[in-house]
């Protein structure tokens, strides 16, 4: 009995080890293709590369606001995938005059860089600094997280005095949501990366905009709920019956996110 638990123990151990040191790899997924907005039905944007440190550049797509009157929407999109897989979110506000920034992070697009909280972060901040250096003030910028991005969203909007924020399937940590599925490797103190919404979000003074799937499994609901009722007001959630982890537009968010920015754009007008 002795050595079966001895064994048992050591692969306990081996499992805590081997994820410890593995946890990048798995919450960071790199994604080398460089996708062009003509390929996307997208020809209003441009294609360019922003430097976030002396050796490394991000892909992103830019689209200049029509006048002084539109908000610059800036996404950060999940861990998985490439920048054009979000086309069909950023269509109908390009279409509609509103500046668009679609950013990708240093470890897709042949950046060259390595996945982590304190880097994409790093990442976010070169992003809104680009679209600053256009005469564009923090606040007519409206920014937008999805998934993994929602983090780094909550973490710029509590850093600056933006129009709004929208999260798409957020988190009130990651910490929390890879304890609930690794709980047995002890998860919510050993991961390095926390993205620790919840205790960010009460620095956010903008609006906020917040829409979850209740038939989510990658980012259950209870997490999104959790950050909704620790955010301040102004805010609004939706929450999708049936909604799962990526098809939220084909249950309306689209128009929920349109209807935002518009009242964003009165915001601004209103000075």
């Known amino acids: 009995m002795m050595s079966i638990l001895l064994y048992a123990g050591g692969a306990w151990v081996a499992i805590i080890v081997i994820m410890y040191l ?3 790899s798995m919450m960071y997924l790199p994604d080398h293709s460089e996708p062009h907005p003509h390929d ?4 209003q944007m441009e294609s360019i590369r922003i430097a976030v440190e ?3 550049e991000i892909l992103a797509w830019w689209h200049a606001p029509a006048d002084h009157n539109h908000p610059v929407l800036v996404y950060f999109h999940g861990n998985a995938g490439h920048i054009g897989e979000r086309d069909y ?12 920034l679609l950013a990708t992070y240093r470890y897709n697009a042949g950046a060259g860089g390595k996945g982590s909280e304190e880097a994409l972060l790093a990442d976010a901040r070169e992003a809104i600094e680009f679209v600053k250096s256009h005469g564009i003030a923090e606040q007519r910028i409206v920014l937008y997280g999805e998934s993994l991005g929602s983090g780094v969203a ?12 929208i999260l798409e399937t957020p988190y009130s940590s990651i910490a929390e949501v890879a304890h609930s599925r690794y709980w047995f490797a002890l998860a919510k103190w050993l991961i390095r990366d926390r993205y620790d919404s919840l205790a960010r979000i009460g620095k956010v003074r903008a609006p906020i905009l917040l829409f979850h799937g209740d038939a989510d499994t990658t980012i259950p609901i209870r997490f999104g709920e ?7 007001e102004p805010k609004e959630a939706h929450f999708f ?10 249950h309306g968010a689209g128009q929920l996110v349109m209807d ?3 009242r964003c754009a009165a915001r601004v007008r209103a000075g």
């Open 22 to 24: 593995g946890q990048r």
């Open 40 to 43: 996307h039905d997208l020809p």
């Open 54 to 56: 002396d050796t490394v």
């Open 89 to 100: 979110k950023i269509r109908e506000m390009v279409e509609a005059g509103y500046g668009v």
């Open 154 to 165: 909550v973490a710029m909007a509590a850093e600056r005095n933006v129009a709004g924020l």
């Open 226 to 232: 959790r950050l909704y009722d620790a955010a301040p």
């Open 241 to 250: 019956p049936g909604g799962r982890h990526t098809d939220l537009y084909d």
């Open 260 to 262: 935002f920015m518009d």
